[in-house]
């Protein structure tokens, strides 16, 4: 399937891929990362994008249960854990230190196909910290999860660019605390016809 979809994204001419990781699925309760089929198939799809000239901006959470339009499965990683708010993430000190531990072993899990730890990836451009956050009413709170999270990986030793994703709850604290924060650039996605249009 990947080989496919790849195959088909070079043929419309495709020269870069946002992807976000399913971190419930390569990742434990304290945020270590799991070596399994998941992460292995992530590595593979990174490589073969690679092969074909497209570039990729990684984001190592997404938060979201992996089971949609299906009811969510239980996973092993953190963010099974505040599945009730991804707010959470943000808000929860022991979410923030599973996120740390996390984007610390991710960013320097090296992918068996291009012999590269992610940090230093030549065809990964851009990391973007989360997919979709959402935020509390707190803009110091939201600036100080950011700049955490920057700061995990540039001490990690990535020196590509870090973005911060805007998508989700936006409004002007969250506009203000993002433009405070350490992150280079910002990112933000949106269904064109709608996720669920159905037509």
């Known amino acids: 399937a990947i080989d496919l979809d790849v195959a088909q994204m070079k043929r419309l001419g495709f020269d870069a891929f946002r992807v976000h990781v399913w971190d419930r699925e390569i990742s434990d309760k304290q945020g270590n990362l799991l070596k399994n089929e998941h992460l292995d198939l992530f590595d593979y799809l990174i490589a073969k994008l ?14 979201w249960g992996t089971g949609w339009p299906e009811p969510d499965p239980d996973n092993p990683g953190f963010s099974q854990m505040f599945s009730n708010s991804k707010v959470d993430l943000i808000t929860k000190p022991e979410a923030r230190a599973a996120q740390r531990n996390y984007l610390n072993q991710f960013i320097n899990h090296v992918n068996p196909y291009t012999k590269h730890a992610y940090k230093n990836e030549p065809s990964v451009i851009a990391v973007e910290i989360i997919n979709e956050p959402h935020h509390p009413n707190d803009a110091e ?7 955490e999270m920057y700061d995990v990986l540039r001490n990690a030793g990535l020196t590509k660019p870090i973005f911060y994703n805007i998508s989700e709850n936006w409004n002007d604290v969250q506009a203000n605390a993002v433009a405070k924060s350490k992150a280079e650039g910002v990112s933000f996605q949106w269904y064109l016809t709608g996720l669920v249009h159905n037509k």
């Open 50 to 63: 690679s092969e074909s000239g497209i570039k990729s901006i990684i984001t190592p959470i997404a938060w």
């Open 141 to 147: 709170q939201v600036t100080n999860y950011i700049n």
